[in-house]
């Protein structure tokens, strides 16, 4: 009864705080919580509403607190790294923080590869892991490891909690860390028995935040007014500008995407995108040059390369983009703008940096633009010379014959996206870069991808968690026959919570990419990249309780599209695609931009075409 009384007060008390912030505070006496209710309200506190998990010994006095909380959803998934990846697709598709609770042990170790994944793309996730007690750490309990150990090197930052009265202020901090700055993982790890311990404490001690947690605001780092009139002077004079963004606008939010794409529009310059970028500005504007990097365009590429000036925003010179260091846009003054100033000058030398929150540092940029006294120098001479490399038609393919090329599943599934304002996950590999070349974004978090880290797996948990996150959404994910396999298990949670997403199976019976490299670059030496032993995908997917079909023929490709996509519940479309078809478009390896493979056997080169 005493229990029962505390909550409730502990109820009113949370009530009275989320709805009134600004009201004054009821005075209620000292109520007994558990230290998982504790946890549980730091989370509420925080907005969370959605847990994804997976229970086990060590964190179920966690769960046992969840049985009791009709404010936070608790999605199932059936396997831990399914989990993180569940929270990463939720956390990109909202801009919200994605909340995994695991247990001990393998729990804990199972999130690695989720983890590493949200690190490489700075996607904000709290991962709480529960852990034997205190007083059976280091002993070799069973289920015990090192937590904060294994997961050091894929968090941003981690955290074990030693006592009942660290666990408001440590989650606090861990969602500041998540959150804040350039977002990113975060592991905080909570012996049993701490979970457990109760204690009467005034609500006081539990709502008010500790002077020593930090705060951290989206703001100007330092920049000086030099460095934005230097950079508004680089902009207005360029002849051959190129805007390039990355993930990190979509991380900033609408606004900053908007913002972004009034600089480009003022400027009348081309803009491309990275992988992780795509949506940050519209497809649909004729200034989109496309995807640029190892499978952009052409005219992404070559633009990049004769530029006389980048702007880039929000994204990190990744390899995959530049291709040889040494070469890459040799004639180009660069800006670049980050919310991480180690970022700036890291890899590319910047003439201009600008450190700070996308959306904050382009306002201001856009005002030192607009007062400037010198003129936006013209562009048409630029435009004319892009036209030229998008007259080669880079992404064309045959469309004729009875066998489905990958190319034209993706450019059938775009048309049939297009007005619905689909939210697209993909797995790894070949067809996820088609996907990239082919689908046409014109808002940020409808394109979920495993970026940085190219993990095989991420794309059936990652819709999952964005249809959880947009109930009415169409979900779709693209997936291929190999990284399928790695979280097949997730079918049955797509079905257990009722989540209508639609799987778009790009199957050639091999690892494409795999095997694509192993052509060009290892002498067709094809070792362990056929799948052999392929299960009937569509049979598999009714096991599970999904309305499934197989698609063989052209004909039949955009009625089959069409079921999948207009089907009520979750549908899987097996599509049997070409087997030996390479992804086009490619920088190979150790080139610069300028040296485009068109296909296996013709490479564009540098053509001085000024």
């Known amino acids: 009864m005493k229990h029962f009384q505390g909550r409730r007060l502990y109820n009113f008390r949370m009530t009275t705080l989320l709805n009134n912030p600004g009201a004054p505070v009821p005075v209620v006496p000292c109520v007994t919580l558990t230290g998982a209710q504790v946890l549980l309200s730091i989370l509420i506190e925080a907005g969370v509403d959605t847990v994804f998990g997976y229970p086990g010994g060590a964190v179920l006095p966690l769960y046992d607190a969840l049985y009791r909380e009709p404010r936070l959803r608790h999605v199932l998934v059936r396997h831990e790294q399914a989990a993180v990846h569940a929270a990463e697709g939720y956390a990109r598709s909202t801009g919200r923080l994605g909340v995994v609770f695991v247990t001990s042990g393998p729990g804990i170790a199972n999130t690695t ?61 861990a969602i500041g860390q998540a959150t804040q700055g350039k977002p990113g993982p975060v592991l905080v790890d909570v012996p049993k028995n ?95 040059l496309g995807m640029l990097g190892m499978h952009g365009t052409l005219e992404a590429n070559l633009a990049m390369n004769a530029a006389d000036l980048v702007v880039c925003v929000g994204a990190r010179f990744d390899d995959r983009v530049t291709g040889r260091l040494d070469q890459f846009c040799p004639h180009a003054k660069i800006i670049h703008i980050d919310i991480d100033p180690a970022s700036i000058g890291k890899l590319v030398k910047a003439d201009v940096g600008l450190a700070g929150d996308c959306h904050v540092v382009l306002a201001e940029l856009e005002k030192w633009l607009d007062v400037s006294k010198a003129a936006l120098v013209p562009t048409q001479e630029w435009w004319r010379r ?28 775009a048309k049939q996206l297009v007005g619905k304002d689909a939210i697209v996950s993909t797995d790894v590999g070949q067809h996820q870069m088609w996907a990239a070349q082919y689908l ?45 396999l790695m979280n097949i298990q997730e079918l049955a949670t797509a079905v257990q919570h009722r989540c209508p997403v639609k799987i ?39 096991a599970f309780g999904w309305r499934g079909r197989r698609v063989v023929h052209a004909r039949d490709l955009e009625t089959a599209l069409e079921e999948c996509l207009s089907t009520d519940g979750p549908f899987l479309l097996d599509v049997a695609v070409e087997q030996t078809e390479n992804c086009f478009p490619m920088i190979p390896a150790g080139r610069g931009h300028h040296e485009v493979m068109l296909s296996k056997d013709e490479l564009y080169g540098a053509v001085d075409d000024s």
């Open 113 to 173: 590869s989720g983890l590493l994944d949200a690190l490489c793309d700075s996607i904000p996730v709290l991962c709480i892991s529960g852990q034997v007690a205190t007083h059976l750490i280091g002993t070799n309990a069973f289920q015990e490891c090192d937590a904060i150990g294994i997961s050091r090197t894929v968090t941003k930052w981690n955290a074990k909690i030693e006592a009942y009265g660290d666990i408001a202020n440590t989650v606090r901090e």
């Open 194 to 288: 701490i979970q457990a311990q109760e204690f009467a404490l005034r609500p006081e001690a539990l709502f008010a935040p500790a002077p020593s947690v930090r705060r951290r605001h989206a703001r100007l780092l330092e920049n000086t007014d030099a460095q934005f009139e230097a950079a508004a002077a680089l902009i207005a004079a360029s002849r051959r500008p190129v805007f390039y963004g990355g993930g990190g606008l979509i991380n900033a939010g609408n606004a900053a995407c908007e913002k972004f794409a009034s600089i480009v529009r003022k400027k009348d310059a081309p803009c491309t995108l990275t992988l992780m970028g795509l949506g940050a500005f519209p497809a649909s504007d004729h200034r989109w």
């Open 386 to 413: 892009i036209q030229r490399w998008r007259e080669v038609n880079c992404l064309a393919f045959a469309r004729t014959g009875r066998s489905i090329s990958p190319q034209m599943l993706m450019h059938t599934l």
């Open 440 to 484: 046409g974004f014109d808002k940020p978090r409808r394109w979920l991808t495993s970026g940085g880290a190219g993990t095989m797996g991420y794309g059936l948990p990652a819709a999952i968690g964005a249809q959880i996150a947009h109930p009415q959404a169409l979900v779709t994910c693209i997936s291929g026959d190999a990284s399928i």
């Open 504 to 542: 778009v199976l790009s199957n050639n019976g091999c690892m494409g990419m795999v095997r694509q490299w192993q052509e060009l670059h290892h002498g067709g030496r094809y070792s362990h990249s056929w799948s052999d032993a392929l299960p009937d995908f569509v049979a598999l997917a009714r």
